[in-house]
């Protein structure tokens, strides 16, 4: 049976499959407008579960747990992807396929992900009635120029907002606030200019954002170990001298011969990282990799470039300069409008944009990778907290890096407290199978009631 959506009467017809011993079925949504007016696929009643097969003892063991169940996140209640099912999607090479059958394997997991990811999905699934053989990244290019002028709409008058308090700055601050704020603008219209500095930092997280896309386990992992050089402090800090430690460990990384090490300075050690990381991105034919590369080498040559703005970036950026600021009001008033920029968790737009010179590989992985299961430590480890069965949550990736080392309490605010109700409802399910002990489970309900502030009865016949 073929499952692809024909377009008929600007119909979707319903289709029906199953998907780890879970019934899914469809039914048609309106394409008119060029957009879909809701979800696909819903959930039908599932079947009995197998039992986990063993004491859940650890971080692994638990977070695993996904694989063996539906279980949802404690916070936003989607149900929790396992990281087995999200590897086997890569390393079958499905994202890298045409867009018809991305979208026809996508559906499978409507449920999983968050709303931006899904709005994208269904961007995709649009285009695939008129372009169904061409990738994700193809999708994502013909997608990018109306994205980013509506994106641009939104980012600007922010931009402007800030600039409006720049005058309010003390002195010593206000100079590099405006000339950032020059820089981001530039970086917003895609206009070239000539960087000041490169950031090792930022290159490497932009590199790291995309490895485990990297179907080529042992290239990705040189690909890191190269990056991990650049982001030290000796090429931050005009003051610190090249030492023949530091440049033997760059020369024998990248297995450089027949060099004049008296003449090398900071640029070439950092030139020879890059181009190193290039030609390994050349073997993966990663275009992504190749532009991040050859970026970095003309802001190394001070060469005008085009850099893309980057939400992360500006941040890093911001409180680099505003470090130590003695108005806490205002820094607070700064902090307020950057919170404003869209970014590609909360705008499919910036979700485009940022995805503009990204492989398929990467692209389909950035679609599922928000509702990845994570321990979340409920008391965080940067105030202490354990690393036991009793001090960890299930959540999706995107909830667990947005509380960061947060208050639980303060993030949880956001959510109903019916979706801890039934997060612990599963987890005394796990208890009555004998896959986690009533000890480890009441533990786990006291340190979420000591940390979130939120009272969870517990009812359930164990």
Partial sequence: MNIMPVLLNFKIPAISFKKNNEKYSSYGISVMNKEPAQDIFVKQKSKAIPSFGGIIKTSSDFRNLAAKRTIHCVYCNRPLLSNKVLDKLK?????????????????HYLDYMHPTEKNVLKKITIMAFDYPKIRLSEAIKKLYPEANKELLNEQMPILKELSSISDKLPYGYKTKFKKLLKISKYRLLEKEYIPEEFSGKEFSYKIKRIEETIKDKILAQKIMKLTEPLTHPIFKKPSLPLNSRFTNRILNLTQTRDIDKS???????????????????????????????ETAVKTIEQKPVKIKFSNKAFKYDINEILEGMPNAELRKEIDNIISKLPTSRTSVNAFITKHEMAASDAIGYDILRPSLATIEHMKAKSKGGPNELYNYA??????????????????????????????????????KKGNITRADALGMVNTFIEQSGRRIDINFKI
């Fill in 263 to 293: 003449k090398i300075t900071k640029a070439d050690l950092q030139l020879i990282l890059i181009s190193q990381i290039k030609k390994y991105a050349e073997i993966l034919n990663r275009k992504d990799i190749i532009n991040y590369c």
């Fill in 91 to 107: 390393a079958s090479g499905v994202f890298s396929k045409n867009i018809r059958d991305v979208v026809l394997e996508m559906f």
């Fill in 394 to 431: 299930l959540a999706c990736e995107r909830d667990n890096n947005m509380r960061s080392n947060g208050s639980m309490a303060e993030f949880i605010e956001q959510f109903p407290m019916q979706n801890q109700k039934n997060y612990f409802k599963e987890i005394f399910e796990e208890v």
